[in-house]
């Protein structure tokens, strides 16, 4: 199982189609989108692949009640939470899931996040965190556009790629039954 995961486009449709172009010789099974800002999702359609979106915190459609601004999607065995931030944020409503308080619980097994702009790969614990960067021209913390291949299979592999170079900035392997004890 291959995964795409992009986040904080914020506008930047021209560095979508760049990875749209991309993505057709990965041919990854599954996309996800992790809001900043959602809508920007919509070329992706064009590979015919399932597409998972959540909402970024300061987009509209957050706000409302309805929005369901957290998923927890089952991949492989895994349990996956696809959220923008990667703790409660000051514009959830109260009763909104809290990823750490998942992570701490064991409820998840991977969160996949963006929020910062910042690509990381981490492990806490036995679960795994995932930030695939944002795909911006320009940030002001310094990364530049990035977005994350994660491969599940046996081993749960996971590479940022940045996306002009192809350049690996980051990447982690483990083993999928650490994740499961």
Do not use: W
Not at 49 to 60: C, I, R, S
Not at 92 to 109: A, C, H
Not at 135 to 152: H, N, R, V, W
């Amino acid at each position: 199982m291959r995964i795409c995961i992009l986040s904080d486009t914020h506008g930047e449709l021209d560095n979508v189609k760049t990875l749209i172009e991309k993505l057709k010789s990965v041919n990854p099974d599954i996309i996800i989108h992790l809001g900043d800002d959602s809508p920007d999702a919509e070329p992706l359609k064009e590979l015919n692949k399932p597409l998972y979106v959540v909402p970024g915190v300061f987009e509209e459609i957050y706000k409302k009640p309805e929005t369901e601004r957290r998923k927890i999607i089952e991949i492989s065995g895994l349990k996956i939470m696809l959220s923008h931030t990667d703790t409660k944020h000051q514009n959830d409503p109260p009763d909104e899931k809290d990823p750490q308080e998942l992570i701490n619980k064991g409820e998840i097994d991977i969160l996949l996040h963006g929020h910062t702009h910042i690509p990381k790969i981490e492990l806490k614990g036995r679960k795994l965190i995932i930030n695939p960067g944002h795909l911006k021209k320009q940030d002001k913390k310094g990364f530049p556009p990035t977005y994350a291949i994660m491969e599940i299979n046996d081993n749960i592999y996971i590479k940022i790629i940045e996306l002009f170079t192809d350049r690996i900035i980051t990447e982690f392997k483990v083993d999928k039954k650490f994740l499961k004890p």
